[in-house]
Each structure stands twice: as C-alpha cells, then as structure tokens.
C-alpha cells in the first residue's frame, strides 16, 4: 500500500538516506494522474532505488482562478495507481508546509527570465514564477539526486533547469517525452474534463504539430511550417487556437529560431473550454 505523508513525516523518512549514498527520484505531480505521469514514475523506478511522487495543486501557478477551481482532485483513485506502479512515498504537503505565512519569499528568475517569455509565459502572466516556487520548495523537503520532468511542459522543463543551475540544488533533471493516447492527443489531467468527442477533437491538436513538423522536415521553412499547422487547427470543428509558434529548443525564442534542428512546434488551444496545450521537437 501506498504510504501518503505530510513533510514532516518525510523528514523522518528521509533522514534514513545519506546524502551521498542516497538515490531518489522524485517526479512532481498536482494530481490527476494518468500514464503520462506513470511514465515519469517507470523511469524514476529504473533509474533511482527510492521513488518519491508529490500531489500538490499548487495555487501559485494558476493565473485564472476558475481554472484552479475547476482542477481535477481525485487523490484516491491515484494512490490505487501508484500502490501497482510500487512507488515508496507520496508527498502531500498542506498549502501551510509548503507556503507558510510567515514566508513570502519567491525565487529570483531574473538571469533566465528570457526562458519563462513568450509562449506560456506571455499567456499564463506569474505562471512560472509559481512553479519555480513551489518546485524549489519541494526539491527542499525532498532532496532527491534525479527530477523527473515532461517534456509534455516543455518551457517548464527549460525553466526548471535554469532554476535548479541557479539555485544550486545537486541533482540531475531528466526531460521525459511526452505519453499519449493513440489518437495522438497527449495524455493531460485536463483531459478529463472533456467529453469523448472533445477528446476526438483535441486530438486535431497533435495532426497539426505534426503537420508543421513535417513541412519543416521538408525544408519548407518556418513560416510555412506554421501556416501549414495552423490550418490544420483551423479546419477543426471545435477547437479554439491560442497560439501555435516554433521556437528554439534551448532559448525559447521565437525570433531566433536557429536551424530546424533545433525547433519545437508549440500549441494551446480550447476545446470545450478546456485549456491545452503540447509541442513536439521537430528531430527527436
Ligand atoms: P502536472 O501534474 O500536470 O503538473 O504534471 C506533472 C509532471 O508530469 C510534469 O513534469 C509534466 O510535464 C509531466 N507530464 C504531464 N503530462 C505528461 C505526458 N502526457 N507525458 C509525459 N509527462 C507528462
């Protein structure tokens, strides 16, 4: 059985581990879990000798309260999945332990903030700044020596590597590719939220990122490469186009792109209200 603690119980367990001859791999989660996240956990498995997941819906980074409101809780049914996946610990901190009142302190994101612009940044205004919060917090309780990340949150993934650099936390980020359903839709707790011919229409989302893709696969050059997804998107019955943009996989700019090589085709959309969003590399 899954065993589910506050920090402060975790502390104790943690104290078992030395620093130096301790492995743990910890995947940070809000929840909702599906086998994009279960995925995470599988490598961590492989790679770690301990395993530690968190559940924290964290309110920092949600810059619309309605969709903070409206995220898919279901802590049950996901200690179920994670007691067949084998994991050790389930972190499932209080909003206190991890934002105590006295503590008004963020993380300074000023030398990478160009990763944190654009895209999601420039569409989820204080977004990154929650998650190098809350992300930073939680690598302080937990100590792990491996970070399990998605590149499903690829500016994440970016941002996050810049901030454990910065930060000087010791451990090792790994960018783990995105888990999808066979219509090609990425696998999201937001996914939930949709019904079974939404699902079908959001996975229009994936058809044009590959579209794009392979036009610039073909040389045919970024704008066309975007006009070409786009169209896709825009063909499709109920789905709403917030941004679809190639960007440069290191920097995140969208203006210095660089060779093809180094591109990612970024989208959010709507589908019944629902809020989505995926990329995929152009070579992977
Ligand atoms: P979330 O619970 O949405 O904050 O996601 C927790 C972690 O799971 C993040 O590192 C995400 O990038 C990752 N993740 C979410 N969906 C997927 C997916 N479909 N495939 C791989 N990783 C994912």
Not at 106 to 127: C, F, N, V
């Amino acid at each position: 059985m899954v065993k589910s603690i506050n920090s402060r119980d975790y502390n104790k367990w943690r104290s078992q581990f030395p620093q130096e001859n301790s492995s743990i791999g910890f995947v940070p989660t809000m929840g909702a879990l599906h086998q994009g996240h279960l995925y995470l956990v599988q490598q961590a498995k492989r790679q770690c000798s301990q395993v530690v997941i968190s559940i924290f819906v964290n309110p920092r980074q949600f810059n619309d309260k309605n969709d903070l409101e409206n995220y898919p809780v279901q802590l049950e049914e996901d200690f179920a999945l994670l007691s067949k996946e084998g994991v050790d610990i389930v972190l499932v901190p209080s909003i206190q332990e991890i934002y105590p009142p006295n503590d008004t302190t963020s993380i300074d994101m000023t030398s990478y903030a160009h990763l944190a612009q654009g895209l999601e940044g420039d569409h989820r205004p204080g977004h990154f700044q929650g998650v190098v919060d809350v992300v930073s917090r939680l690598l302080t309780i937990v100590k792990p020596q491996k970070l399990y990340l998605g590149k499903k949150d690829y500016q994440q993934l970016n941002v996050l590597k810049a901030m454990v650099k910065k930060e000087k936390f010791a451990l090792d980020v790994i960018g783990v590719p995105t888990q999808r359903a066979s219509s090609g839709l990425a696998l999201s707790s937001r996914n939930a939220l949709l019904s079974e011919e939404g699902r079908v229409r959001a996975s229009n989302i994936y058809e044009a990122l590959q579209c794009a893709k392979a036009s610039a696969l073909h040389g045919e050059g970024l704008d066309m490469a975007c006009a070409k997804g786009k169209a896709v998107l825009q063909a499709a019955e109920g789905v709403t186009e917030e941004y679809f943009l190639i960007a440069n996989r290191h920097t995140m700019s969208i203006n210095e792109v660089g060779n093809p090589e180094e591109w990612v085709v970024f989208c959010a959309a709507h589908v019944e209200g629902v809020r989505l969003i995926d990329n995929v590399e152009v070579f992977d």
